[in-house]
Structure formats: structure tokens, C-alpha cells
């Protein structure tokens, strides 16, 4: 009787073990995933908005169009992700959850959402409007200027969800304060030496861009807390409608046959720099809505925040960009502030202990005993 008690607490102990362990290197590769997408991106995006194009040097200026590409862009990333997952399934039919009765349900082509359409209707525009905002102001801003300003998502997430009700630690507080304090030094001393270029239009058009960050964000955590979709089905759902509204205004607005035929002027330079956007940023959101999914916006925030900096130092090295010493002052503050964030985290982790209590439900759930659910981790 007792070593079958111990050999239950066992089996207890090595399943959380190894779900620790498997939350963590899902985060990594989430990480690493966002960070070689976006920086990519970011470069793509900057060589799109920012530079001459053509006989008469004139610069890309119809941000609907570049819209239009990568929502488009994320939303076939998104299908054929979730396409490949069938297929996998159809072709591995012994790794369908032991829970499901029917096996050959999981082989019927599934492409819901997940959420109802007025869900997706709401997030898909405040995220479109957030990327017009966004690009729009790229036209008044550069690139570095835009990039540190976009890094203050996480103030515009916190304060939406301190709006909503939510709370956290003062230790959080003051990592954002410290974060953004470096993004302001940074930006303060490039302007003093002459590099930044900015303006009230511009910078009205980030901030605006911030708040629908923070609202999509928000909408975002409720609606995966409420109807539970997976992270392809919140990828092709949000892109879906972003798509249509981005299109509808591309053509109501006359873009489309604007940006084309500047599209054809500007030859293949222009041309592959838009595909290498587009694909970027839908191999990028798939790593991003993964994370959203499983750790929420706040720490899809931290590591957006932190991989635009390392565009910014990616930007600096291929095209240019005078960063002063006070510059990077700004940036030592920056990363404390982040180092703050993730002491919390932490310490927040090693004072979680899991107890037989609360993972008797986790155990319920999978209708597995601990030694048996020990051996399908």
C-alpha cells in the first residue's frame, strides 16, 4: 500500500517535471522563432518605406497595399499550417488523443475559427487600424524612431488590462517605467545629435497605433480565455477580417492601381523586398500566436519589446543609423528594465509550487492516472 502511494506521488512529481519542462521549451522556440521572423521583417520593411525607388527616387507610399500583403500573407501561412496539421494527422492516426472516441473524426477537414465571427470582426480592425497607424507614420518618422516608439506595446497592454480590472506587482510597474524611460533617453539624445526626424503628425500616429495595440491585445486574452482557439485558428481568424478590411480599403481609396504600377517602375528590388515582408511576417505570427496562446500578451509583449531592439542594432549595422553614446545609455535602461520584468517572473516561479490538489484536476481532465499519464508525456 505504500509503495504504491509513493510510486503514485512519483508518477505525480515526474509529470509536473516534465510539463515544466515542456512549457519551457515551448517558450524558447516561440522566442527564437519571433526573433528570426521579425528582424527579418523589420529589415524588409524598413528597405520598403524607407528608401528610393526608380529613375526619380521616389519612396513607396501606399501602406494599405503593404498591409494588405502580409495580412494576406498571414492568413495562407495560417491555412496551410493548419492544412499540414491535418495531414499529419491523416497519415499518424495512432497520435490522436486516446481521449476521442472517434478516431477518424480527426481526419474530417477542420478549418473553423474557433471563436464566432463578431469576435474576429472586433480584433481584426482594431489590428488593422493599429498597422495603419503604424506604417502611416513611417511616412512622417524613420525607421528607429518608429521601432523604439512601437516598443512601449507592453505600457499600452498593461494599461488596458489595469482599465479592464487586472493588477500587477509594483516590481512590474517599475520595469515598465524603467523601459520606457530608456526608450525616451535613446530617443531624446538621437534627436539632440541630429539623427532622428520626427513630427507631431508622426508621432500622434504611434501613439494612436499603441492604443489599438493595447485594445487587440486585450480583445485577444478575453477571447481566447472565453472560447479556447488554437493558435492557427486566432492567426487565420484575426488575419481573415484584417485581410477584407485592408482590401476594401485598398480599393475604395484607388492604392491598389497606384502601388501596382509602382510596383512594375521600381522593377525587382521593390518586388522581392514586399515578398520577403509577406513571408516574415506569416512564418513570424505563426511563432507569435503560438505564444500569445499559451503565455498571454504581456509575454508576447516582452519579447517583441526585446526583439526590436535587436533590429534596431540589426538596422544600425546594414544601413547606417547614428546611435550616439547617450543612445545607448537608453539602451542599458531598456534591458534593465526588462531584467526587472524577468527577476519578477522568476521569483514569481519558484514560489509557485504545485500541489497534488491542484493537479488532481489536470490529471481528471486527461481521465489518466500519474503513472499513466507518465508514460504519454
Request: aromatic share 12%.
Amino acid at each position: 500500500m505504500i509503495q504504491a502511494e509513493h510510486e503514485e506521488m512519483t508518477g505525480k512529481q515526474d509529470f509536473i517535471v516534465q510539463s515544466r519542462f515542456s512549457r519551457g521549451r515551448s517558450f524558447f522556440v516561440y522566442l527564437i522563432g519571433i526573433y528570426v521572423a521579425y528582424m527579418l521583417f523589420g529589415i524588409a520593411q524598413e528597405r520598403v518605406v524607407s528608401h528610393t525607388f526608380g529613375p526619380e527616387h521616389e519612396r513607396f507610399r501606399f501602406p494599405l497595399f503593404l498591409i494588405t500583403v502580409y495580412t494576406v500573407c498571414n492568413f495562407l501561412v495560417a491555412l496551410i499550417c493548419r492544412l499540414a496539421v491535418i495531414a499529419w494527422k491523416n497519415l499518424h492516426p495512432a497520435d490522436a488523443p486516446e481521449s476521442n472516441p472517434h478516431p477518424s473524426a480527426t481526419r474530417k477537414l477542420d478549418l473553423s475559427l474557433g471563436a464566432p465571427v463578431s469576435a474576429y470582426v472586433m480584433v481584426g480592425f482594431s489590428y488593422i487600424l493599429g498597422i495603419l497607424f503604424s506604417n502611416t507614420a513611417l511616412m512622417h518618422v524613420d525607421f528607429p524612431f518608429q521601432v523604439l516608439a512601437k516598443s512601449c506595446k507592453m505600457v499600452a497592454v498593461m494599461g488596458a488590462a489595469v482599465i479592464a480590472g487586472k493588477r500587477y506587482p509594483a516590481s512590474q510597474y517599475l520595469a515598465v517605467f524603467v523601459l520606457t524611460s530608456g526608450i525616451f533617453v535613446f530617443s531624446f539624445f538621437r534627436k539632440s545629435a541630429g539623427s532622428s526626424s520626427s513630427s507631431g503628425l508622426g508621432i500622434a500616429l504611434l501613439i494612436a497605433s499603441l492604443v489599438c495595440d493595447g485594445l487587440t491585445n486585450t480583445l485577444q486574452d478575453k477571447y481566447v480565455a472565453r472560447y479556447r482557439p488554437s493558435s492557427l485558428q486566432l492567426m487565420m481568424g484575426v488575419n481573415l477580417f484584417s485581410a477584407l478590411f485592408a482590401a476594401v480599403a485598398l480599393v475604395g481609396t484607388g492604392q491598389l492601381f497606384d502601388a501596382v504600377s509602382f510596383i512594375r517602375m521600381a522593377g525587382s528590388d521593390l518586388a522581392v523586398s514586399l515578398a520577403l515582408v509577406g513571408l516574415a511576417s506569416g512564418v513570424g505570427q505563426v511563432f507569435l500566436y503560438g505564444m500569445i496562446r499559451d503565455f498571454g500578451s504581456l509575454a508576447t509583449s516582452v519579447t517583441t519589446t526585446t526583439r526590436k531592439f535587436f533590429t534596431i542594432l540589426l538596422s544600425v549595422i546594414i544601413y547606417g543609423h547614428v546611435v550616439s553614446v547617450g543612445s545607448w545609455v537608453g539602451v542599458g535602461l531598456v534591458f534593465a528594465g526588462l531584467g526587472i520584468n524577468i527577476v519578477q517572473k522568476a521569483g514569481k516561479s519558484k514560489r509557485s509550487k504545485v500541489t497534488v490538489d491542484e493537479v488532481k484536476p489536470i490529471l481528471a481532465g486527461h481521465g489518466k492516472t500519474p503513472v499513466e499519464l507518465k508514460k504519454r508525456v
